[in-house]
């Protein structure tokens, strides 16, 4: 599907201006510079309880201007305003469904089944693309030579004022770099990455409910290459409600089992042991701080600052 016009979608709600209400990206051309189609671009929101935010979103996807775009809406099975404003986008949606799932993962695993594009990413319903976002992430992949990789722009963290807060974009892109985040975290709106490669990594992890993201980043890292941009690609609103802000500590205890999980025990241990003063106040707030791995790491590095010696070594 070419992406809609401004004057194609329904107007924005009274008062809305700006990106995405009342501007657009241009629209491309139908063939690359070098007269090749553009590669589909396929992209899922997953999407529960958020019609807050979840028109700019949508809006957000489809007026990129984008010549080959596939937009697919995976809705948990909201109860508020979410359905009438999907149904209301619908003639420019692909695919659409509403009905509970067995989390997030679940969500957007069922949206790349639908799936049929080159470059897939996921966009959740608080976040937006910037303008023109589709046609850096295809040029910087049609310019990589890669058949198979991952392209990573920058991303910037917004208030619900709109003001930006920070930026992110990852200093290095090797393996370990990205198993290791911290700088070098990447941000999940502006990670884009081949279908095929996804599936190769096998997907998002369905007991992964607040870094499936690194732990899809950690798996791509060891399969194909990634390209960096320097361009803004899009905003990551942050809210109270917002998992990345309201259950940060359960997000950084997935992220020590994910690199344990793959191989990387050093960075487990070392990250682990700078946790573990936040980590303990979680202990009783969540069952993934009372799994068996999680407890034994936390009784290694208190007594003995020893990780247990299982597998390899970084």
């Known amino acids: 599907m070419r992406c809609p016009t401004l004057k194609d979608l329904p107007p924005p709600p009274s ?49 990129q201007g984008y010549p080959n775009l596939e937009y697919i809406i995976m809705d948990a099975g909201s109860s508020d305003n979410s359905l009438s404003i999907i149904k209301k986008y619908e003639p420019w949606l692909t695919f659409w469904t509403s009905k509970k799932d067995k989390g997030q993962s679940d969500g957007i695993n069922n949206g790349f089944k639908q799936a049929t594009g080159v470059l897939v990413n996921w966009l959740n319903s608080d976040d937006q693309y910037l303008p023109g976002a589709l046609f850096k992430v ?59 490669a996804f599936w190769k990594a096998g997907g998002l992890q369905l007991d992964l409910h607040h870094a499936m993201d690194f732990d899809l980043y950690v798996k791509l890292a060891k399969e194909v290459p990634f390209v960096r941009i320097d361009d803004c690609l899009a905003l990551a609103l942050a809210h109270p409600d917002a998992k990345t802000k309201a259950q940060r500590e359960k997000m950084f205890a997935e992220v020590r089992i994910i690199q344990f999980r793959n191989g990387y025990e050093s960075l487990a241990r070392a990250g682990l042991e700078s946790d573990y003063s936040r980590l303990i106040r979680y202990q009783k707030a969540t069952k993934l701080l009372r799994n068996n791995f999680i407890t034994k790491a936390i009784r290694n590095v208190v007594n003995s600052k020893c990780w247990p010696q299982k597998g390899r070594q970084n």
């Open 138 to 196: 295809a040029i910087a992949y049609l310019n990589s030579g890669h058949t198979d990789c991952a392209v990573v722009g920058k991303c910037h963290w917004v208030n619900t004022k709109g003001r930006v807060l920070y930026e992110q974009l990852p200093n290095k892109l090797d393996q370990l770099a990205v198993a290791a985040c911290g700088e070098n975290w990447i941000p999940q709106p502006s990670g884009f990455f081949t279908r095929e």
């Open 15 to 63: 008062g809305k201006t700006g990106w995405p209400w009342t501007e657009e990206s241009p629209q491309l051309p139908n063939t690359t510079p070098g007269g090749d189609p553009w590669p589909k671009i396929s992209i899922v929101t997953p999407s529960f309880n958020q019609s807050a935010y979840l028109e700019a979103t949508i809006r957000s996807v489809l007026l």
